[in-house]
């Protein structure tokens, strides 16, 4: 009887740790019945074009919530990069733009990480609050930049644009943010797993004091996760605007709820320590496969805005019960 | 008509408690005669806390007969026993601290005493009532540590009791509230009320108390009427024999100054230097919230504490945090295992190497294997009993746990060992495994600050012991050479030798 | 007592003020402005304004004095308001509103549900619900306003009483009950002690999962009435208003001197706190501040403001 009892709670939890697969298949399987068109080669495009942006937010997210933290300021930050790279192309060229626009990305980060730090807040609750307010400045800042008009660029007279490339181009099979992509999961995947900052930044989150009494810096960990999140938040919305051709200062609203449950979804806890970025790949897989399909069905995308918010409190209770 | 009240308030018998590793309390019988000042004296980690949390319904008993006031107590809550007329004022004073005083005594009753005007109106009778002029609308936050307790004997009050556990009432009066406390003691006996008074200041137990209990270990050692005991008597039934194979031998190759700290000053301590040599255990003995712990957290850079000077080697060092202090050759094993020492969702493994990253780390990437083979080793060399080094470092013992937090630093072989209650919580046999760990360490050239509530654990272990009391060094004693009532008188702050 | 010893106990005098000094602040800055600031009309009219947050910042304080908060009363308030709009069409205008304050508490109870049962943490789980709650509204008006078809509705929230607008006797009738019920109640005195020491107040026999969960629903409650209040005084169901509502109204309450840590402050605190950022607005319109460096700015005192929060927390910490 205890061996049967073990063996359903083993299942149990692997069923719980690979919950996000298992969506995903019934997913799948379900909106290819009720709606073919599902599997058609333009529909995965499609997914696919989704996919871009909020996997280079929620990648960044993820180390911040590895790290028992929480950034809710990417919105803000993804408005800002958006407005002012973009505004940049024309005078100073499109790589001293890229350029530009990822280092804003990386200062929007870092002065997260210097608030936090320097009030000493140590909850993901406090947190949420700074990077909240932080996020309406942000925005502000691009409304402002951008005079709340929405900008475009041009045609880029030089024969290879990058951004072009960035936004619809291919290189080979792939499309260009494909590659991106795969370039920069590897890299972060590398750093969270096989680098001692990044293992550092796992026992941050696992329990902070125990970090710190191990002769941890902790802050050192707070910083790069904040770095990280920002400079993500800054390619997503390169990719963004890439493929939009246009960035309104409003552009980024939304990622920050998307990019929290993708990584929830996918299986990182919020309580911090464990997570992994593959699993927030899968995450935002099932993120954008549920909307996807959810348009499909012709569900209003007001609808969806609420059914992203119950999946999320579903999300998070879910996981406070695995943990308690 | 009336049933006959029996001459006892409360009774217990065989009551006994553990907790995982340890049995805090092993058939433990007492009674307390009604309207007697009962004391109750015994080291910490003597059981008495645990006895008496169980009266009060925080903890549960495992096994026994508790009956109070003619009724059997079993299952209770802390709100049902102060009902029944059971109160107890700890020695952690249970207020909140952002309500006013009034609010306090009657928290959770405001219905009952008809709103904030009846509320504030009987506080100020049942202060007046115990001699204290505390204004019943101040913040709890904004008293004295002596305020807060006539607050809780005021609470305690209130309810009408009929026996009063005080859990260390004095350790924070000054001579004149002592006095008022006397009084209160004297009126409350007056009303019939009972009282169990737990302190380790003997002056206090002979001048109250009418009968005194001693427990140690667990048990009750011996209960007489305190004319019958002599404080010697209490003091060695305190401590109890010192069995000499139950520890390892001092380690023998004391060597030169190692360490130098020069007044470490905050708000609890005063003044606090003292030195350790290479190869030396230094145990640190005190009360509790005596300093002990603050003085090692501020050594380790835990706490923000500046002004102090710390030499090694004769070397000044500088150390703003735990990094400093790792760095400068310190190890640390805090506390409390649970939340400050392990991250307890993470492996053995992790919980074991997280203090050594370099070490298995080359141009900043993690080598798995070597970290494997750290990991491996320290299971191996400290018998560490898990299934595997993947093994959630939650899922071991309390024994094994502590053992993983000492693998950690080993590996690191700091030169200065702090260790804050290394056996808590660990059964005979691992704490044993500990004590020769510590004994190697020292061995090897090591240094270790010991500090540990379990006085003959301390008293056996340690080559020389400071004595603490409220936040000053008030002696430094050899174990091996000294009476062990002496460096109890001197931790108790008893200037001069025992009586 | 010490040099240091003066300074310390002046800065904690001056921190607990905060409210009170930024109000002083501004209303010294705007002496030497050349606006209408001190017309009665404005001061008024400034009142008004910040009656339908004050509603809001009462509500929320229930449930932060007793350690938690709430984020979802932005998309609560935006529901309600517009479902009262909706069931205009269909009932009385008093039933509307019943119904629409009784969503109101349904919302408060499953957010009391979650974070009191089910242990969740309040901030996070709250601040799914009330995006769970703006996705609804923008799904009942498709995102377009919605306009009332009962003409007295608008006169609830436009209207006056011998001169003194009804929302702000609405809203003085609202501070009359809460802080009745913070400082006269069995309830509301647990709330603080539970908010101060959950421990200490659950070994005293308080019902602390009712009581707290109880907050949850007056909080709801709260952000009901302001949504059809809102809804009253637009004259429309919009989805709009609910996005940075909750960050605002938190905030303010932390200003005047209600923290998140829980059992400190209370309504007139709240109340205070609200007030600066009713009075920031009125000052940053009076002079002529544009729109963006508006929301730029109130964002920056938002961030000063948790930040100063959360520094005297560390500091309470790091005390040795």
Not at chain 2, 140 to 145: N, R
Not at chain 3, 123 to 147: C, N, R, S
Not at chain 3, 202 to 215: E, F, P
Request: charged content about 15%; aromatic content about 8%.
């Amino acid at each position: 009887m205890e061996e049967k009892k073990s063996v359903l709670k083993a299942g149990a939890s692997m069923l719980r740790d690979y919950l996000v697969l298992v969506m995903i298949a019934f997913l799948v399987v379900i909106t290819a019945i009720i709606e073919p068109k599902f599997l058609s080669g333009s529909n995965l495009v499609n997914i696919m074009r989704q996919f871009g942006p909020l996997i280079m937010v929620s990648l960044g997210m993820t180390f911040v919530i590895i790290g028992g933290f929480i950034d809710l300021s990417v919105a803000g930050t993804i408005n800002l990069v958006a407005v002012v790279t973009i505004s940049l192309i024309q005078p100073l060229g499109q790589l001293p733009a890229l350029l530009i626009g990822l280092a804003l990305g990386i200062v929007c980060g870092t002065l997260n990480s210097i608030l936090i730090l320097s009030s000493g807040a140590l909850t993901q609750a406090e947190a949420l609050f700074i990077t909240f307010g932080m996020s309406t400045v942000y925005s502000a800042l691009a409304l402002l930049y951008s005079h709340g008009s929405t900008m475009h660029f041009w045609d880029i007279s030089a024969s290879k644009s990058v951004f072009e490339a960035i936004g619809g181009g291919n290189i080979g099979f792939f499309s260009v943010s494909f590659v991106i992509f795969l370039v920069l999961l590897a890299i972060l995947w590398i750093f969270q797993s096989k680098t001692a900052d990044g293992r550092a930044i796992c026992l941050t989150g696992g329990n902070k004091t125990a970090a710190r009494l191990s002769g941890i810096q902790i802050s050192r960990s707070i910083v790069e996760i904040y770095v990280i999140c920002g400079f993500m938040a800054a390619v997503g919305a390169i990719v963004l605007f890439s493929r939009i051709t246009t960035a309104a200062p409003v552009i980024g609203a939304g990622y920050e709820t998307s990019a929290i449950l993708a990584v929830v979804v996918g299986g990182t806890t919020l309580k911090g320590g464990k997570g992994s970025v593959l699993r927030t790949v899968m995450g935002v897989l099932l993120v954008v496969l549920m909307s996807n399909c959810l348009d499909l069905l012709g569900v209003s995308s007001y609808m969806q805005y609420a059914v992203k918010g119950a999946i999320l409190m579903f999300a998070i209770w879910l996981d406070n019960r695995k943990q308690a | 008509m009336d049933t006959v009240q029996s001459e006892y308030i409360l009774s217990i018998k065989d009551v006994s408690k553990s907790f995982p590793g340890v049995r805090a309390l092993d058939r433990v019988s007492l009674d307390v005669r009604r309207g007697t000042v009962h004391g109750i004296v015994g080291e910490n980690g003597a059981g008495k806390s645990t006895l008496m949390k169980i009266l009060s319904g925080v903890y549960q008993k495992d096994s026994g007969t508790i009956i109070f006031d003619g009724q059997i107590i079993d299952h209770t809550t802390p709100h049902e026993s102060m009902k029944r007329g059971l109160a107890i004022i700890y020695q952690e004073l249970n207020l909140v601290n952002t309500m006013s005083v009034g609010e306090n005594i009657f928290l959770g009753r405001f219905r009952e005493m008809k709103g904030m005007r009846g509320t504030h109106a009987k506080a100020k009778e049942l202060l007046e009532n115990i001699g204290s002029k505390v204004s019943t609308t101040k913040l709890v936050s904004d008293l004295s540590v002596s305020e807060k307790q006539m607050v809780e004997i005021a609470k305690a009050l209130s309810f009408k009791s009929k026996l009063i556990i005080m859990d260390e009432p004095s350790s924070s009066l000054t001579s004149e509230e002592m006095v008022e406390l006397a009084k209160i003691i004297r009126q409350l006996k007056e009303q019939g009320i009972s009282i169990i008074y737990i302190s380790h200041k003997l002056d206090e137990i002979f001048e109250f108390c009418d009968i005194v209990s001693v427990m140690r270990d667990g048990h009750v050692i011996d209960t007489k009427p305190k004319s019958e005991f002599t404080r010697n008597e209490l003091i060695m039934k305190m401590i109890g024999r010192t069995i000499e194979n139950e520890y390892p031998e001092r380690p023998r190759n004391v060597g030169d100054t190692l360490l130098e700290v020069r007044s470490i000053n905050t708000r609890k301590l005063h003044d606090v230097s003292f030195t350790i040599r290479k190869g030396e255990i230094l145990g640190l003995v005190g009360l509790v919230g005596a300093g002990r712990t603050e003085i090692v957290r501020a050594l380790f850079g835990a706490d923000k504490v500046r002004g102090h000077k710390v030499l090694i080697d004769g070397k000044p060092v500088h150390i703003r945090n735990p990094k400093d202090a790792k760095d400068a050759g310190f190890g640390f094993i805090p506390e409390d295992r649970k939340f400050q020492g392990l991250v307890l969702p993470f492996s053995v493994e992790s919980n074991i190497s997280m203090a050594s990253i370099p070490r298995f780390t080359k141009f900043g990437f993690i080598r798995k294997s070597l970290e494997k083979n750290i990991a491996a080793q320290q299971v191996k060399s400290l018998s560490i009993k898990t299934p595997s080094t993947r093994t959630a470092v939650n899922n071991l013992s309390g024994g094994n746990q502590q053992k993983c937090i000492v693998g950690r630093w080993l590996e690191i072989s700091p030169k200065i060992f702090i260790m804050d209650e290394p056996t808590r919580g660990i059964d005979v046999g691992a704490k044993y495994e500990i004590y020769t760990l510590m004994k190697e360490i020292a061995e090897k050239g090591g240094a270790i600050i010991l500090i540990s509530s379990e006085l003959p654990e301390v008293l056996n272990m340690s080559n020389r012991v400071l004595t603490i009391f409220e936040g000053r060094i008030t002696g430094e004693f050899i174990p091996e050479t000294t009476p062990a009532d002496r460096i109890m008188s001197a931790a108790l702050g008893i200037v001069g030798g025992e009586s | 007592m010490s040099k240091s010893g003066i300074l310390t106990s002046i800065y904690k005098a001056l921190t607990k003020q905060k409210a009170f000094i930024a109000l002083l602040v501004m209303m010294i800055g705007m002496l030497f402005s050349k606006t209408n600031f001190y017309s009665a009309y404005n001061l008024l009219d400034m009142l008004n304004s910040t009656s339908i947050l004050l509603i809001l910042a009462f509500g929320v304080t229930f449930t932060i004095i007793s350690g938690g908060c709430d984020l979802s009363i932005g998309g609560n308030l935006v529901v309600a308001g517009i479902l009262a709009i909706k069931l205009l069409d269909v009932m009385p205008i008093w039933l509307a509103i019943l119904i629409a304050v009784l969503f109101g508490a349904v919302v408060g109870f499953v957010n009391g549900f979650l974070v009191v049962q089910q242990k969740t943490e309040p901030f996070i789980i709250t601040l799914g619900m009330g995006l769970l709650l703006t996705g609804v509204a923008q799904q009942l008006t498709d995102a377009h306003p919605l306009p009332a078809k009962n003409p007295n509705f608008m006169m609830i929230s436009n209207g006056d009483f011998h001169g003194i607008p009804n929302l702000v006797i609405i809203m003085l009738v609202c501070f009359g009950i809460s802080y009745w019920i913070m400082r006269y109640t069995q309830f509301g005195r647990n709330l603080y002690a539970i908010g101060g020491d959950y421990e200490v107040a659950r070994y005293s026999g308080i019902d602390v999962i009712r009581t707290k969960w109880m907050g949850f629903v007056l909080s709801g409650v709260a952000a009901a009435l302001a949504g059809v209040l809102l809804s009253s005084k637009l004259n429309t169901g919009s989805p709009v208003y609910g996005e940075t509502t909750a960050l605002v109204v938190n905030c303010g309450v932390v200003v005047g001197g209600t923290s998140f840590a829980g059992g400190i402050g209370g309504i007139p605190q709240s109340g205070l706190g609200l007030l600066v950022f009713g009075m920031l607005d009125n000052v940053m319109n009076m002079l002529g501040i544009t729109s963006y460096y508006q929301v730029l700015l109130k964002g920056a005192v938002i961030v000063a403001i948790i930040w100063m929060d959360c520094f005297a927390n560390k500091r309470k910490r790091e005390a040795v």
